[in-house]
């Protein structure tokens, strides 16, 4: 069961050092630098943190809707390895975006359908390819 929060865990102590409660299930991924995190959840809406200040709130805010102007629910969320790029799988896409105005740069469709088992995705060492799978049921 999901609780709704993003917790941030210091492993050198095993200690949760933050909590912060979200609408909706949310993913969370941090960039290769570990300077910021993104936080997406059911509504399509994709939140970067700065960790440093994280409690401040986001310091940029995405939406990603299709041509109906409709939410996407997002379910993983990736950073490229050089950071200007991320992914947001939802609803059988993997959608790029550009990392600093989050605007659409490529939707990729799967061929998965609704009611499918969750995919996800990652960027390519190089971030010029993009590998996503099936999960099966129940991960």
Do not use: H
């Not at 095993?14 to 290769?32: E, F, H, K, R, T």
């Not at 550009?98 to 490529?106: E, K, R």
């Amino acid at each position: 069961m999901q609780d709704k929060t993003v917790r941030l865990w210091d492993l050198r102590t095993n200690i949760c050092q933050g909590l912060m409660q979200v609408p909706g299930n949310p993913c969370a991924a941090y960039d290769q630098q570990g300077l910021v995190f993104g936080v997406a959840t059911e509504s399509g809406i994709i939140k970067l943190y700065d960790v440093r200040s994280y409690d401040k709130g986001p310091f940029d805010t995405f939406s990603i809707t299709e041509e109906a102007n409709s939410p996407l629910a997002i379910s993983d969320l990736r950073f490229s390895n050089d950071g200007k790029l991320m992914l947001a799988v939802s609803e059988g896409k993997v959608y790029v975006l550009d990392a600093f105005n989050g605007s659409v740069l490529c939707r990729c469709p799967t061929g998965s359908t609704e009611g499918a088992p969750p995919l996800e995705a990652a960027f390519s060492p190089d971030n010029q390819y993009l590998l996503s799978a099936q999960l099966p049921r129940g991960t």
